[in-house]
C-alpha cells in the first residue's frame, strides 16, 4: 500500500502500519503534532489544512490508500453532537468531495462509537457504495489485545476488494504496572485541594489494577471523564504521557521534543490511536 497518513497527528497509523506499504505523505495543522511526528519517524507532515487542499495535491502523491482520524469531537458522548455541522467537520467535507471525484482503492477511518449512525458515517457510505467498493464497519477496544485501557473505537474500511471480518483477540489486559515508568514523576502528584474538589468523580486504579479508562485531550487540566488516575502508596497522581504512550501501544522510545509542554503532550496523546487496535483493522485489507 501508498498510503495518504490524513490528520496524521503522531503517526499513529504510521506505527500500525509496519510493512504492509510505506506512507507516501502526512497531513496536520498542529505544530506540536508535526514535531512529534518528524522526531519519531524522521518524516515531517504537510502543515496544511486538509480542507484547503485540491485533489490535484494528493493525487500527485500517487497514494492508493487514504488512512485517517478526522476530529471526533463532533461525534463524541461529551461533544457538542453538531456532526457536519461542526467546522471541525469541514476538513472531513472537503475529503468527502475528492473521495467523490478521486477515490483510492482503500480506505481505514477512525473514530468514537458516536460516529457511527451519523450524518458524517451516511456520507462516508454513500460514497463508497457510489464507487461500487466494499465496506465493513468495525467496532475494538484495546482491552481486548491485552491492554490494560478501555478506548472504543469504530473503524471503516473500504476496499475495491471484497472484504471479511475478522475476529476481536479476547487477551487478558495486563497489569498496569508493566507500563508505569521506572522512576516516578513526582510533579505528577495532585495536591490536597484538586484531590478535595474532584475525588469523588475521579476514577481511581492501582498497580496491579488491569484497566484504564480512556484518555482524553483534556486529562491535563480535567479530573472527571478525562482518564484514570493512580493511586499509590504516596498519594494519586496523573499517568506520565510515557505511560499514556505505553498504553496506547506506542512503540517503546516514543518521544517528544522538549518544547512540547505538558499539557499538549497530553492532549496530542488523547487525539492518538490504540496501535494494535489500529493494526487489526488494517489486517482486512
Known amino acids: 500500500m501508498r498510503v495518504l497518513e490524513l490528520f496524521s497527528g503522531l503517526g499513529g497509523w504510521r506505527c500500525a502500519l509496519r510493512d504492509r506499504g510505506t506512507v507516501a505523505a502526512a497531513y496536520d495543522v498542529s505544530e506540536a503534532a508535526n514535531a512529534t511526528y518528524a522526531l519519531n519517524h524522521g518524516h515531517r ?5 486538509l480542507a484547503a487542499v485540491p485533489w490535484q495535491e494528493l493525487a500527485a502523491h500517487g497514494a492508493d490508500t487514504w488512512l485517517m482520524s478526522p476530529p471526533c469531537q463532533p461525534f463524541c458522548r461529551m461533544g457538542n453532537h453538531q456532526g457536519l455541522e461542526d467546522r471541525r467537520s469541514r476538513a472531513f467535507l472537503h475529503l468527502m468531495d475528492l473521495f467523490r471525484e478521486a477515490p483510492p482503492d482503500r480506505l481505514v477511518l477512525e473514530n468514537v462509537g ?3 449512525g451519523s450524518d458524517a458515517h451516511a456520507l462516508l457510505s454513500e460514497r463508497i457504495r457510489a464507487h461500487g467498493m466494499h465496506r465493513l464497519d468495525l467496532q475494538a477496544c484495546p482491552s481486548r489485545f491485552g491492554l490494560p485501557n478501555q478506548r472504543p473505537r469504530v473503524f471503516i474500511v473500504a476496499s475495491r476488494k471484497p472484504l471479511e471480518p475478522k475476529p476481536l483477540p ?3 489486559p495486563r497489569p498496569l504496572a508493566g507500563v508505569l515508568d521506572p522512576e516516578e514523576d513526582e510533579g505528577l502528584y495532585l495536591d490536597p485541594g484538586i484531590l478535595a474538589r474532584h475525588r469523588h468523580g ?7 489494577d488491569q484497566r484504564s479508562t480512556c484518555f482524553i485531550g483534556g486529562y491535563g487540566r480535567r479530573f472527571v471523564g478525562s482518564g484514570s488516575f493512580l493511586k ?8 506520565s504521557p510515557s505511560e499514556t504512550a505505553r498504553l496506547l501501544g506506542l512503540p517503546e522510545g516514543f518521544r517528544f521534543p522538549e518544547a512540547v509542554s505538558l499539557e499538549v503532550r497530553y ?3 488523547g487525539n492518538g490511536l490504540s496501535i494494535p487496535v489500529a493494526a487489526w483493522a488494517l489486517d482486512h485489507l
Open 45 to 49: 507532515p504537510t502543515p496544511r489544512e
Open 114 to 116: 458516536g460516529f457511527l
Open 170 to 172: 479476547d487477551l487478558a
Open 202 to 208: 475521579m476514577d481511581l486504579v492501582e498497580p496491579g
Open 232 to 239: 499509590t502508596a504516596r498519594g494519586i497522581r496523573r499517568f
Open 267 to 269: 492532549r496530542l496523546l
